[in-house]
C-alpha cells in the first residue's frame, strides 16, 4: 500500500519546499541518542498514550527518528512504514486534497518560522487537522497534529520537531483541512493565524443576520416574525447558509457562528 501510494507523489511540489531546507548548514546538532533518550523516558509517564502518537521529523534528511510504538494501535499502519518511509510515507498517506494543502501549509509554517526572533521561536507551534487514508486503502480517517520545534540550532534551524497525532472519532467542522499557527512577539502577545479566519465564505448580510438568529435558538417562523420576511424565504436562506458552510446540523451552525464571532 505504502509503495503504490508514494509513487503517486509529485515530488516537484514538495521537493522544493522541504529539501531546500537541507541545503543550510546546521551547526553542532547532538547525536540522536543525546536528543532523544529523555523524550523516549518522558513519553513513558505521558498519559493518553492509547490515543496520542508522538513523533519527530529530522529537517536535515527527514526521516522520523523517533515515533512511539502506539501508531500501529491509533492510524493502523505498522511503526516501520513510518521509519523507513519518513516524509514520503506520511506525505502518502494524505488525502489527495489535504496533501497539495499540506504542501501550501509547510511553505508558510518554514517562512514564517525564519523570520522570527530568536526568543519568538521558541514559543512557535503549529497545528493541522486532515484525513490519513485507512489501512485498507479505500477509506479516509481525520487526524489532528500539534507540532513544536524540539531541537533548533544555533542558526535558528529547525533541526528536529515534536509532533502530537491523535485520531479524530468524528469529522471536523467544516469538514475540511484547516491549520493554525501561533508565537509570543516582543511585545509578549500572542500572535495566533489560522486558516479558517482566512477562510472567506461569502455570506450575504441577510445570510449572516439569519444565521445569527438561528444560532440564538430561534425557529424559522420566529425569525421569518422578527424581519419580516415569509417563512419560504427564511428556509430558503437557511438552506443557502447549511450549503455554504457545508453544514449538517444545527450544531455545526453554532460552531461556525462562534467561530466567526457572530453568537
Known amino acids: 500500500m505504502g509503495d ?4 503517486e507523489l509529485d515530488k516537484a511540489l514538495y521537493a522544493p519546499i522541504f529539501h531546500k531546507w537541507q541545503q543550510r548548514s546546521f551547526q553542532e546538532v547532538p547525536t540522536r541518542e543525546a536528543i532523544f533518550s529523555d523524550l523516549a523516558q518522558s513519553c513513558q509517564h505521558l498519559g493518553g498514550q492509547a490515543t496520542v502518537v508522538i513523533g519527530c521529523f529530522d529537517y536535515r534528511d527527514f526521516s522520523i527518528p523517533f515515533i512511539t510504538d502506539n501508531v500501529a494501535t491509533v492510524t493502523g499502519h505498522p511503526v516501520s512504514y513510518f521509519r523507513e ?35 519568538a521561536k521558541k514559543t512557535f507551534e503549529f497545528s493541522y487537522t486532515y484525513r490519513w487514508i485507512d489501512p485498507d486503502g479505500e477509506q479516509y480517517s481525520w487526524y489532528s497534529t500539534k507540532v513544536k520545534p524540539y531541537y533548533v540550532d ?13 485520531k479524530l472519532h468524528v469529522a471536523p467542522f467544516p469538514p475540511v483541512f484547516s491549520w493554525e499557527y501561533s508565537y509570543v512577539n516582543a511585545a509578549c502577545e500572542k500572535v495566533s493565524v489560522s486558516s479558517m479566519a482566512e477562510k472567506d465564505i461569502q455570506l450575504s448580510k441577510r445570510e449572516l443576520e439569519i444565521l445569527g438568529l438561528l444560532a440564538s435558538g430561534l425557529t424559522s ?4 416574525d422578527k424581519l419580516y420576511l415569509s417563512i419560504n424565504t427564511v428556509q430558503t436562506h437557511r438552506k443557502k447558509i447549511m450549503r455554504k458552510l457545508s453544514a449538517h446540523s444545527m450544531a455545526d451552525l453554532i460552531k461556525f457562528a462562534v467561530l466567526k464571532g457572530i453568537l
Do not use: C, W
Not at 503504490?4 to 509513487?7: G, H, I, K, T
Not at 544555533?154 to 491523535?166: P, Q, R, S, T, W
Not at 417562523?221 to 421569518?224: S, V
Open 4 to 7: 503504490s501510494l508514494s509513487q
Open 221 to 224: 417562523g420566529e425569525i421569518a
Open 85 to 119: 518511509k519518513g516524509l514520503e510515507g506520511t506525505l502518502s498517506l494524505f488525502h489527495p486534497e489535504d496533501r497539495e494543502e499540506v504542501f501550501k501549509f509547510q511553505k508558510i509554517v518554514l517562512e514564517v518560522f525564519d523570520k522570527l526572533s530568536d526568543a
Open 154 to 166: 544555533a542558526e535558528g534551524n529547525i533541526v528536529y520537531d515534536l509532533n502530537f497525532v491523535m
